[in-house]
C-alpha cells in the first residue's frame, strides 16, 4: 500500500480491504480451488461449504430469515437487472425516485421503451424525499417501488422502513439499492418491509470486485423469471431451469475465489459491528464538514444530520471545474476522490449540479483524522487558489 494516497474514493470501490479478505481468497486459490456443486471430492464440497457459509453470513447481516433467499451475482447492478427485468411486466406502473443510480434508472428506462410506465418522485435539494409523495404517486397498476437506500452523491438515506410500510398497506413490492449502505449502515429486511435488496460486495462489505447479490423475500421468487439460465451443479437431469431457491437465478460457474473474499469482508464487519464502523465514519465526515464550511468558495451539498448520510460528502469549490479540482487533489496532494457525475444524473439533477457534477469525497472504517486534517488543508490551498 502506498502511504502516500490518500483514499477518498470508497463509494465506487473499499480500499484498502481488511487483510482477512485477501488472506481469504489466497487460501482458496492455494489449498482449495474446486468447483461448488460441480463434483463430488472434497474440494469441490469444500467450496461449497464456503458459498453457503457466505449466504449464512449474509443472512445474519441484514436479518434475513433463510440463507437460501440470498442469491450472489456480480454486483447490485446484475441484482438490479433481475429484479427489473425478472420481475416487471408490460402494463405494470412503477415508483422511483429523483435520486437513484444509472444501475436503476437504466433498466427502468430499458423496460419503459417495452411498455412500462415510471413516475419518479421528486427530492428536496439536499436529496430528501417525503414519504407522502410516494403515496400520492400510487395508481391502480401500481407494481413496485425502487428505491436507492443512499445517494451516492449526497450520502443522504432515504426513510425506507417509512416506504416499506406504505408499500405494505398497499400491496406493492419493495426494491432497495443498497449498493451505499451495505456494511455502513444498519439493513434489516423484515422491520423495513424490504422484498428485494441488491447490494454489491467491493464497496462497504470490503469484499473484491465481481461480488454481490440480491435477497428475494420468500414466495417472490416464481414471479421472477431468471435473466440468465444455464449450469447450476443442480437438476442436471433435466434441461429447464432449476425453479427453486438460489439456483432459480444462479447460472453458471460461481466467482468462488471473490465468494471467499466476501464472506471474510461480511465477517469482518460482523466482527466489529455496523454501528461501530457507522459512529466512527460518522464522526470523519462531521470532522471534514466542520473543517471546510467556512472555507472560501466551499459549497457542501445533502443532508446536515449524521444520523441520516452515509460517509460521502459531495463539494464543489465556486468557479472551479469539479474535475480540475479532483486532479489538483490527485496531483499535488495524492488524495483519490471523484469528480463528476457518478453515474447519477437525475440526482445532479435534484441537487442542481448538472451537468458538471460535484468532488466527491467517500470515506471508509479505514480512513484516519490525519487524513481528513490534510485534506481540509488542501482544499484550503485550492480554493485560495482560485482568488
Given amino acids: 500500500m502506498n502511504r502516500n494516497i490518500i483514499y477518498f474514493d470508497n463509494a465506487a470501490t473499499s480500499w484498502p480491504k481488511p487483510p482477512e479478505i485477501i488472506a481469504a481468497m489466497q487460501n482458496y486459490m492455494q489449498n482449495i480451488g474446486g468447483s461448488p456443486g460441480r463434483s463430488g471430492h472434497r474440494l469441490s464440497i469444500e467450496a461449497a461449504r464456503i458459498v453457503f457459509d457466505t449466504r449464512e453470513k449474509i443472512s445474519q447481516l441484514f ?14 447492478t ?25 444501475s ?57 422502513s417509512d416506504i416499506g410500510r406504505i408499500a405494505r398497506e398497499h400491496g406493492l413490492v419493495l426494491c432497495v439499492d443498497a449498493a451505499q449502505t451495505a456494511g455502513c449502515y444498519p439493513i434489516d429486511v423484515i ?21 454481490g447479490g440480491l435477497y428475494i423475500r420468500e414466495g417472490l421468487e416464481k414471479s421472477i ?12 437431469e433435466v434441461e429447464v431451469q432449476p425453479d427453486f431457491m438460489p439456483d432459480r437465478f444462479e447460472a453458471g460457474t460461481p466467482n468462488t475465489v471473490g465468494i471467499a473474499g466476501l464472506r471474510a469482508g461480511v465477517e469482518f464487519i460482523l466482527s466489529k459491528g455496523v454501528a461501530q ?32 448520510r452515509t460517509p460521502v460528502v459531495s463539494f464543489n469549490i465556486a468557479g472551479m471545474d469539479p474535475a480540475a479540482v479532483a486532479l489538483d487533489l490527485d ?23 448538472y451537468p458538471v457534477g460535484t468532488v466527491r469525497f ?14 481540509i488543508e488542501a482544499l484550503q490551498k485550492i480554493s485560495k487558489s482560485r482568488i
Fill in 78 to 102: 446484475e441484482a438490479l437487472n433481475i429484479a427489473i427485468f425478472g420481475f416487471l411486466k408490460t402494463g405494470d406502473h412503477v415508483i422511483t425516485s429523483g435520486m437513484e443510480h444509472n
Fill in 104 to 160: 436503476v434508472m437504466r433498466p427502468l428506462r430499458a423496460m419503459e421503451a417495452r411498455g412500462i410506465d415510471i413516475t419518479v418522485v421528486s427530492c428536496d435539494s439536499e436529496g430528501i424525499l417525503d414519504p407522502v409523495n410516494i403515496v400520492k404517486a400510487i395508481k391502480k397498476n401500481t407494481k413496485a417501488i425502487f428505491i436507492t437506500n443512499a445517494s451516492n452523491v449526497t450520502g443522504t438515506v432515504m426513510p425506507v
Fill in 277 to 308: 464502523i457507522k459512529n466512527k465514519e460518522e464522526k470523519l465526515v462531521q470532522m471534514f464538514i466542520d473543517g471546510v464550511r467556512e472555507l472560501p468558495g466551499i459549497i457542501l451539498y445533502g443532508q446536515k444530520s449524521m444520523e441520516l
Fill in 225 to 236: 423469471e431468471p435473466i440468465c439460465v444455464g449450469g447450476t451443479g443442480s437438476r442436471s
Fill in 331 to 353: 496531483e499535488r496532494f495524492g488524495i483519490m476522490s471523484r469528480s463528476g457525475l457518478h453515474c447519477a444524473p437525475s440526482a445532479h439533477k435534484t441537487i442542481d449540479t
Fill in 191 to 211: 422491520e423495513m418491509n424490504i422484498d428485494l435488496l441488491a447490494f454489491t460486495g467491493h464497496k462497504a462489505l470490503f469484499g473484491p470486485s465481481g461480488t
Fill in 63 to 76: 436479518n434475513v430469515p433463510d440463507p437460501l433467499r440470498i442469491v450472489l451475482t456480480r454486483n447490485a
Fill in 362 to 375: 467517500s470515506f471508509s472504517y479505514f480512513n484516519t483524522e490525519e487524513q481528513i486534517i490534510t485534506s
